[in-house]
């Protein structure tokens, strides 16, 4: 049980354009889900909390208008990485709890991350 | 936010040895947890802790939730080759200042290397 899985594993695209990112909880229901960034050979950072029905919170420091959030499902939250720029290159990880499933409230379970490569 | 401190950076060890790596904040946390992660894919849970004292164990591994709560340390015994990746400790604290509800605060990682 408490699996999450992202799609897509890896994406690269121009300049400008913007990419959307898909977390979903496979057996289980989610009305909270987290939003993770990953530089090479660093740790992970928290951008955002995805609330299922309601809007998500941020960060300091991270672009609501740039990083879109949208939690519109108890299985599903997708991040759209608007405009993306070199810099927004990174590995995007988000997670999950599953608090129903005998799992304590705290523990969160991650999906296998995507790859964002922007030329 | 909050940080954590995470030690040793990385670790060059030989198969069959035991590991230990431990985590510390400035602050209290009220919840310790283990992750593994391995190249180009999401953290996995290894433990978790969830009152001061805790000693908690997952077949080789062990980790415990320090008395004052500010620290945990995990141990790995009989190292094999397939321990090789990066651990993270991962905290909640108890008082939480970022916009996010219950993110978690994460440590730098422990790189686990281990020579046959």
């Keep these: ?119 | 936010g909050q940080q954590l401190n995470q030690s040793p950076q990385s670790m060059f060890i030989q198969e069959g040895e035991d590991v230990s790596m431990n985590c510390t904040s400035s602050s209290i946390f009220n919840t310790w947890l283990w992750y593994k992660q391995d190249p180009g894919e999401g953290p996995v849970l290894l433990i978790a802790l969830y009152k001061a004292g805790e000693l908690t164990s997952n077949g080789r591994l062990t980790a415990q939730f320090g008395i004052t709560r500010k620290d945990s340390f995990l141990n790995i015994s009989a190292s094999i080759p397939s321990d090789v990746g990066i651990y993270f400790c991962a905290g909640l604290p108890l008082m939480y200042s970022g916009g996010g509800a219950d993110g978690l605060t994460f440590g730098k990682g422990t790189h686990l290397i281990i020579q046959p």
């Excluded at chain 1, 994406?11 to 990953?38: H, N, P």
């Excluded at chain 1, 991270?62 to 939250?77: M, P, R, W």
Aim: glycine letters at 6%; charged letters at 20%; hydrophobic letters at 35%.
């Design chain 1, 1 to 119: 049980g408490a699996v999450v899985s992202q799609h897509p594993s890896r994406v690269i695209c121009k300049s400008g354009t913007s990419v959307k990112i898909e977390c979903r909880s496979l057996d289980f229901q989610a009305t909270t889900m987290f939003w993770y960034r990953q530089f090479p050979k660093q740790s992970l950072m928290l951008m955002a909390t995805s609330n299922e029905g309601s809007k998500a919170t941020y960060e300091q420091g991270v672009e609501k208008d740039k990083f879109l959030i949208n939690h519109a499902s108890l299985t599903l939250s997708t991040l759209t990485v608007t405009s993306a720029h070199p810099e927004d290159s990174s590995f995007y990880i988000c997670s999950a709890r599953d608090f129903e499933g005998g799992y304590s409230y705290n523990e969160q379970f991650f999906g296998p991350g995507t790859r964002l490569t922007v030329l």
